[in-house]
């Protein structure tokens, strides 16, 4: 099932398990995991996009084999909040992931995640060869750490009020 609402998304993901965060690019697809107590995102793997059919078994094996429980996309709004072209993309790739798999599949607001992850490489001397093989998958990192220190916040905030 696909959750707009990042509280939807995180009440339907299954205890103690990862979760996948996903940067699709036109020609690319950045993956990022997190550990299991969902606390830290790491960069995992670039996938080179062909057709949605070869990218989504790529992106359910990486699931199957680290026994993930859900998928987080990055949507790329525009700046003033507004949907294009792109997030209409992502949010149809979203549906026909839905299709193939019962995990959760939420989405995160991606604005200036690319700009961060390139900056990250930039501050660690990374070469221009090397950041344009790692952006992708960094940008993801950056994406899915961000939707996990809000569902940690929601948590903390639940704890709070009882």
């Given at each position: 099932m696909v959750y707009d609402d990042i509280a939807d998304?995180?009440?339907?993901?299954?205890?103690?398990?990862?979760?996948?965060?996903?940067?699709?690019g036109e020609k690319t697809i950045g993956v990022a995991v997190s550990d299991i107590l969902m606390g830290v995102a790491t960069p995992l793997e670039?996938?080179?996009?062909?057709?949605?059919?070869?990218?989504?078994?790529?992106?359910?094996?990486?699931?199957?084999?680290?026994?993930?429980?859900?998928?987080l996309l990055g949507l790329p709004k525009n700046m003033d909040g507004s949907e294009?072209?792109?997030?209409?993309s992502t949010r149809a790739f979203a549906r026909n992931l839905s299709r193939l798999t019962d995990l959760p599949i939420?989405?995160?607001?991606?604005r200036l995640s690319t700009v961060a992850a390139e900056r990250a490489l930039l501050e660690a001397d990374t070469s221009r060869k090397r950041r344009g093989e790692l952006i992708d998958n960094v940008a993801a990192a950056y994406i899915l750490q961000g939707a996990l220190?809000?569902?940690?916040?929601m948590k903390e905030e639940r704890k709070d009020a009882d």
């Open positions: 998304f995180a009440a339907a993901l299954a205890p103690v398990r990862g979760i996948a965060g996903l940067d699709l670039t996938v080179r996009r062909s057709k949605f059919s070869a990218d989504a078994a790529r992106l359910l094996d990486i699931a199957k084999g680290r026994s993930l429980g859900g998928f294009g072209p792109r997030a209409q939420g989405f995160w607001d991606e220190d809000r569902m940690r916040y």
